[in-house]
């Protein structure tokens, strides 16, 4: 089919997507990291609590609502998904609020770790439950859960325990270098199960993936090919 | 052709840019897009009439003087994207290794800045870099092409910064790159009828003293090697922004290391893409980071 893109209008401002934010989950992309981060940095960073957790930026327009399909691109061979507890950004009168929705977060493992904006930016790979939850309304429980399921099969099973940079946390470490702003979406990781970590289990045309947070609801998509043509 | 952006009674407005004269596009030619992202959007139709307006005798009398307008950066990119390491100078400098294929990031919205914007610093923005760049702007969306094909996408050239935070861990590259004001670009965007892709050179002084120096074949990749490469990951548009690299002589390469602070002046300069200026400035006391 041809590639579901919202306008860019429609599209969120800003969509930023963390990873190795989950206790549980193995963390391949440090070993890439520190091949490629130049000696003469090391004397700059302070090493601080959060260093590894790792924030990069997702194309806007490759956020899509609920029941829009996901597209698997031409050539990959290894689509994977994850589910993501969704901060998003609103404003109020003391400043920036958040609300939370449910995210599917589809990465393509052919493409490098290394290039985390072209793995993670393909047009329809964010997919947001419509319902948001503001913080007030939603107590970030440590027993709250995360699972997801592809074709039935439940792939990841963890808990807010499992979170090292807790969402108010990331806000205001991206708040500090950036401008965040009402309408921008943080996908703020997911925990471990997913096809890189289990070595298996890539998504295919006709997949459907089901993820749930507990208070939260539930997020539906089916995974489609991408149009032949160039 | 040169195409410039201007602020015109409080709207932003495509010009046209013939020596010293600015003609206002669709003032000119009703029928075009008023501002350069528009008129990138429909290119191959505005190409043409663009081609021919420059030729003519409004172009050559101009509606307004250079002088007496403001420059803003050429166009309102939805998308600025970004490669590294993609000269030789600064793998050496930066002791890493060419990439086998071009590396790509975003650089975040919000961090566009026009010619001779001032770049205003918080107190806590200590390590602060330039970085003169040579910028690609796509005039038609691109999808799976290859390198030889890039001409047909490529709309044209304009100079940019990569300013970059260099105290911010690697796993953070998307904030050090992020901040707002952290890309200016510009003067002008000159499109291909005007301009060899494979001849282009650029130089960077801060506070006058030259620090980098560069032309285009020194680069690793090609400009039609890094658009390809993208559009082998993802469908790139019309109107999207790449960024093709710095050379050596950014100051975190320097010993010590020299960063940009209140007053600095950083000039990027380039015989066939003009002059992007940028001044530094550091109130006394920057606003506090917004809380959540």
Not at chain 1, 8 to 24: E, G, K
Not at chain 1, 114 to 129: D, E, G, L, N
Not at chain 1, 168 to 193: K, Q, W
Not at chain 2, 152 to 161: E, K, R, Y
Request: net charge negative; hydrophobic share 45%.
């Amino acid at each position: 089919m041809a590639i579901p893109r919202p306008e860019a209008a429609q599209a969120p401002r800003l969509l930023l997507c963390v990873d190795d934010n989950y206790r549980c989950q193995p963390r391949p992309r440090r070993a890439g990291l520190a091949l490629t981060r130049p000696a003469v940095l090391d004397g700059l960073l302070s090493d601080g609590p959060l260093d590894d957790v790792f924030i990069t930026a997702a194309d806007p327009r490759s956020l899509v609502s609920e029941g829009t399909p996901v597209v698997l691109p031409r050539g990959c061979d290894r689509l994977d998904v994850g589910v993501s507890l969704v901060a998003r950004i609103g404003s109020s009168a003391e400043g920036l609020s958040v609300a939370y929705s449910v995210g599917l977060d589809f990465v393509r493992r052919d493409v490098p770790a290394i290039q985390p904006y072209q793995a993670r930016s393909f047009p329809t790979h964010k997919v947001m439950s419509a319902v948001a939850v503001p913080a007030a309304g939603f107590a970030l429980d440590p027993l709250t859960e995360l699972v997801l399921r592809v074709d039935g099969e439940t792939r990841q099973r963890s808990t807010l325990a499992q979170m090292i940079a807790k969402p108010a946390e990331l806000v205001a470490l991206i708040a500090a270098r950036c401008e965040l702003r009402d309408g921008d979406v943080v996908f703020t990781g997911t925990p471990n199960g997913t096809a890189l970590d289990a070595g298996r289990g890539w998504l295919r045309v006709g997949s459907v993936v089901d993820a749930e947070v507990t208070g939260l609801g539930t997020v539906t998509a089916t995974v489609c090919a991408e149009d032949a043509r160039r | 052709m040169r195409l410039v952006s201007f602020a015109a009674a409080g709207r932003l407005r495509a010009g046209l840019l013939v020596a010293d004269r600015v003609v206002d596009v669709a003032r000119a030619r009703p029928g075009l897009a008023p501002t350069v992202s528009r008129l990138l959007a429909a290119w191959d139709d505005a190409a043409p009439v663009l081609l021919e307006l420059a030729g003519s005798a409004v172009a050559r009398d101009g509606h307004h003087r250079l002088a007496d307008v403001r420059l803003v950066a050429p166009l309102a990119p939805v998308r600025v994207l970004g490669t590294g390491a993609n000269y030789v100078s600064h793998q050496r400098e930066m002791d890493v290794a060419a990439p086998p294929q071009p590396s790509c990031f975003l650089k975040l919205p919000g961090t566009v800045a026009g010619p001779d914007d001032e770049l205003r610093l918080g107190s806590e923005q200590r390590c602060v870099d330039y970085e003169g760049e040579i910028a690609v702007v796509l005039g038609r969306p691109a999808r799976d092409i290859d390198p030889a094909d890039a001409t047909d996408v490529i709309a044209g050239l304009m100079l940019a910064n990569d300013i970059s935070a260099r105290d911010v861990p690697m796993a953070h590259l998307a904030l050090g790159k992020g901040s707002p004001g952290f890309c200016p670009l510009g003067p002008q965007l000159v499109t291909l009828d005007e301009i060899a892709l494979d001849d282009v050179s650029f130089t960077v002084t801060v506070n006058g003293e030259l620090r980098q120096q560069a032309h285009t074949s020194e680069m690793s990749h090609t400009f039609g090697e890094i658009v390809a490469s993208f559009s082998h990951a993802l469908p790139l548009d019309a109107g999207d922004v790449i960024l093709t690299g710095t050379p050596a002589g950014v100051g975190v390469g320097m010993v010590p290391p020299r960063f940009l602070d209140d007053g600095d002046t950083v000039v990027i300069a380039s015989p066939q893409l003009g002059t992007l200026r940028t001044t530094v400035s550091r109130p006394a006391r920057a606003a506090s980071p917004v809380s959540p």
